[in-house]
T-cell receptor, first 112, second 114 residues
């Protein structure tokens, strides 16, 4: 069974129109991550949560925000998507006593 | 800082050929090492990991050994299949504050032809 679920798998939005991507997990792990992956590149960490503590990477644009209303769910909000934000967005979880990250299937975002 | 360098692709092999994808790392601490695989249009799947020197990770016929003396974690498979066609990422995980941060290589695209 999937540990990390991402919805939707494909999302199309218009330039400048806010969009929200969703991630949920079935294991109640404390740590959740959001990555951006552009074509033919490695994933790039945007931010992570340790429980409710939010940790932003220094180079993550202000256009990207996140919410974690409870342990199971985490959302990525893109306030004003630009063409350069078209990418695969990956959510990952990490167990409490391990350094292994497990990834969801990703959401492919298209910006028109 | 930490870094991972892996063999640039693309790599094209015939079915049943031997596979090696080289990976070397630079780290200040004692990281765990990983190989992730990404099939087209999918997320990353953990393929194997090793947590300390001389550990061998293995899964689905793939193997990699954590070599501290050469700072390497090369991925090998004795006989590849068409279904192994994917992008392979080498990564290291090192503690940073309250969490572990993954540093990825650039990825290697493998294509296996029948």
């Amino acid at each position: 069974d999937a540990m990390v679920i991402q919805n939707p798998r494909y999302q199309v939005t218009q330039f400048g129109k806010p969009v929200t991507l969703s991630c949920s997990q079935t294991l109640n792990h404390n740590v959740m991550y959001w990555y951006q992956q552009k074509s033919s590149q490695a994933p790039k960490l945007l931010f992570h949560y340790y429980d409710k503590d939010f940790n932003n990477e220094a180079d993550t644009p202000d256009n990207f925000q996140s919410r974690r209303p409870n342990t199971s769910f985490c959302f990525l909000d893109i306030r004003s998507p630009g063409l350069g934000d078209a990418a695969m967005y990956l959510c990952a979880i990490q167990g409490d006593f391990t350094d292994t990250q497990y990834f969801g299937p990703g959401t492919r975002l298209t910006v028109l | 800082g930490n870094s991972v360098t892996q063999m640039e692709g693309p790599v094209t092999l015939s079915e049943e050929a031997f596979l090696t994808i080289n990976c070397t790392y630079t780290a200040t601490g004692y990281p765990s090492l990983f190989w992730y695989v990404q099939y087209p249009g999918e997320g990353l799947q953990l393929l194997l990991k090793a947590t300390k020197a001389d550990d061998k990770g293995s899964n689905k016929g793939f193997e990699a050994t954590y070599r501290k003396e050469t700072t390497s974690f090369h991925l090998e498979k004795g006989s590849v299949q068409v279904s192994d066609s994917a992008v392979y990422f080498c990564a290291l995980s090192d503690r940073e504050g309250s969490n572990y941060k993954l540093t990825f290589g650039k990825g290697t695209l493998l294509t296996v032809n029948p």
